[in-house]
């Protein structure tokens, strides 16, 4: 990455892709200490690891380029997702889970530069939250998109004046 700002915009990215709800795909092989269940279940083909490229778009700070990262998914207690992002210029770790009383998806992430970003949504698609490091707050979304059985997508945008603006279009293809 070419700047901090470009640096947050990848966490949340590459970050938030662990949530995609998927079709009725068959779990990664799991022993039971490792399976996803209820509406988290969906999100079983998950697991394991994925190769990603980053677009982001031109900006005041640097012109438009494409990142690269791996995505190592992992069950964890509380019936949760743990992901670690790294590429050669940055790294991240989120969580993310369901909470069957308020029917909300959520995901939490901290990068290695001290942003940190939560997410909520009701359908697992599309979450909206806020990012926060170096004394500022943006409005941030995403949505996500399985276009292929063995890819995921994350379109993430902020918002300034009132307007969503592309932040990065992650493709994630497994290892």
């Known amino acids: 990455m070419r700047n901090l700002f470009r640096c947050t915009i990848v966490a949340c990215a590459l970050g938030s892709l662990a949530v995609v709800p998927g079709a009725a795909d068959a779990p990664a092989a799991a022993s039971p200490s490792t399976v996803l269940t209820g509406k988290m279940a969906s999100m079983q083909y998950l697991v394991g ?61 901290i990068d290695a530069y001290g942003t940190a970003s939560t997410e909520s949504s009701t359908d697992g698609k599309v979450f909206a939250g806020s990012s926060a490091g170096g004394g500022t707050s943006t409005q941030i979304r995403d949505t996500f998109t399985r276009p292929a059985t063995n890819t995921i997508r994350d379109l993430q945008e902020f918002k300034t004046n009132g307007a969503w603006n592309m932040a990065s279009d992650s493709t994630c293809t497994r290892v």
Do not use: F, Q, R
């Open 49 to 109: 690891s994925w190769n990603c490229d980053v677009k982001v778009p031109a900006s005041a700070s640097g012109p438009a380029g494409i990142d690269h990262g791996v995505v190592t998914y992992s069950v964890v207690p509380g019936n949760a997702l743990h992901l670690h992002v790294t590429a050669e210029d940055y790294a991240a770790d989120t969580y993310s889970g369901y909470v069957e009383k308020s029917n909300a998806y959520w995901m939490t992430t």
